[in-house]
């Protein structure tokens, strides 16, 4: 289960991507509920998470977090989203941070998916060639075959295509009658 978000904290000044090593120039500290030690994402996982955590999945094209003032002189912190179908979301805060903890949890959910069929194609009764085919195998009998359409075209017409055929061949370029 994905630890809850208390707080993102926007580092404009960037930094060195603990992961990766590559400096990015703005990164996101998350800071957790439970108090544990915060982590440091770059914009690669910002995206991933927040794209895995949309329902349906979607491809984000990006996002930003805007700080807005009321008439009132309160503040209002809201996250806009941006997806490539260029519809958006604007989301507060709340929102956002479950939003990127549900990605990060699908995005393990993923994981273990894939961890499964991975294990499932290198057990085979006589090695990796025998699980490969049985997979192919498996997978064939899946495919959906369409069903046969009878033909649509009367005898009658079929002729009059023929000498239709016949008669562009010998003049391409003249005058046809009906």
């Known amino acids: 289960m994905s630890k809850v ?43 991933e998470y927040i794209g895995k955590g ?3 999945s979607k491809t984000v094209y990006s996002f930003k977090k805007l700080d807005l003032k009321t008439t009132l002189g309160n503040e209002i912190r809201i996250w806009v989203i941006v997806y490539d179908d260029k519809s958006d979301l604007e989301l507060v805060n709340k ?9 990060h949890s699908n995005r393990n959910e993923e994981k273990v998916v894939e961890t499964v069929e991975s294990t499932e194609i290198s057990e085979g ?12 195998q498996k997978e064939k009998s899946h495919k959906v075959t369409l069903p046969t359409t009878k033909t649509i075209t009367t005898p009658e017409e079929k002729k009059q295509l023929y000498e239709f055929r016949k008669q562009s061949r010998e003049s391409p370029f003249g005058e046809y009658n009906d």
């Open 54 to 56: 949309t329902m349906p």
């Open 125 to 136: 009764s006589r090695g990796l060639v025998s699980a490969a085919i049985q997979q192919a």
């Open 5 to 47: 978000i208390n707080n993102i904290e926007q580092l404009n000044e960037g930094g060195l991507n603990p992961k990766s090593g590559i400096f990015e120039s703005v990164l996101w500290k998350l800071e957790f509920e439970d108090m544990s030690e915060s982590r440091i994402l770059g914009r690669i996982k910002m995206l």
């Open 95 to 103: 929102d956002f941070y479950a939003l990127i903890t549900r990605g």
